[in-house]
Each structure stands twice: as structure tokens, then as C-alpha cells.
């Protein structure tokens, strides 16, 4: 069974800083892209950013671009999202997933029925 281990959460200050790892068993990530997600009260998830299974090629929700970074060492099977210059927009509980194998992830990658695997979720909190 796939087990995906979220980590980093917690409260911070908007302007601040938080970095969020996913960790996963096994070999779990090998040759899989992964993502991030989150999900804010009474709202739907929401994509917020992905990797290719090689670390090569990434996207990001708009509303993040040039404030997260999106990172993996497939050799220690973690995926890390680095998150700077928070706001409180960004408050909510963050999942990491694992892209279904077989599927064409650069077509919908911000879909999260293209992922097979999630983790608990860990909370973010930005306060103003």
C-alpha cells in the first residue's frame, strides 16, 4: 500500500515563509509525476502545483507562480513545496498526491482525479 506523509505545516504571519515536504513509502514516486493540492473551508480542492517524475518540467496554479517552488529528490522519494511571501488566500489544509501511472499528465495535471494516491494533509494557516 502507497503511503504519503505530509510535513511543514503550521501558522505564520502573511509575508512569511513555509516549506512543506511529502514523503512517501518504498519506491512509491518512482517514475510518477506528484502534486500539490489544498483545500480551504467550504471550498473545493484545488491544484496548486506539480513535478514530473524527473524533476524536469513543473506548473503552477497562477495564483502561485513566483512565490512557491515545487521541488524532489526521487533519491530520498520526498517531494518539497516552498512557499514564500504567503498571504492568507493561501490558508488550508495541503495534500500531496501521486499522478495515476499512464496517465498524460501535462494535460491534466490540475485535475485531481489524474491522482491515485493522497496524503492526510497537513495545515497551513496565514494570518493577517
Known amino acids: 500500500q502507497v503511503q504519503l506523509v505530509e510535513s511543514g505545516g503550521g501558522l505564520v504571519q502573511a509575508g512569511g515563509s513555509l516549506r512543506l515536504s511529502c514523503a512517501a513509502s518504498?519506491?512509491?514516486?518512482?517514475?510518477?509525476?506528484v502534486g500539490w493540492f489544498r483545500q480551504a473551508p467550504g471550498k473545493e480542492r484545488e491544484f496548486v502545483a506539480t513535478?514530473?517524475?524527473?524533476?524536469?518540467?513543473?506548473y503552477y496554479h497562477d495564483s502561485v507562480k513566483g512565490r512557491f517552488t515545487i521541488s524532489r529528490d526521487n533519491a530520498k522519494n520526498t517531494v518539497s513545496l516552498q512557499m514564500n511571501s504567503l498571504k492568507p488566500g493561501d490558508t488550508g489544509i495541503y495534500y500531496c498526491?501521486?499522478?495515476?501511472?499512464?496517465?498524460?499528465?501535462?494535460?491534466?495535471?490540475?485535475?485531481?482525479?489524474?491522482?491515485?494516491?493522497w496524503g492526510q494533509g497537513t495545515q497551513v494557516t496565514v494570518s493577517s
Open positions: 498526491a501521486r499522478v495515476r501511472g499512464g496517465t498524460s499528465w501535462s494535460t491534466v495535471y490540475n485535475n485531481p482525479d489524474a491522482y491515485d494516491y
Open positions: 518504498g519506491r512509491t514516486f518512482s517514475g510518477h509525476a
Open positions: 513535478i514530473h517524475w524527473s524533476g524536469g518540467s513543473t
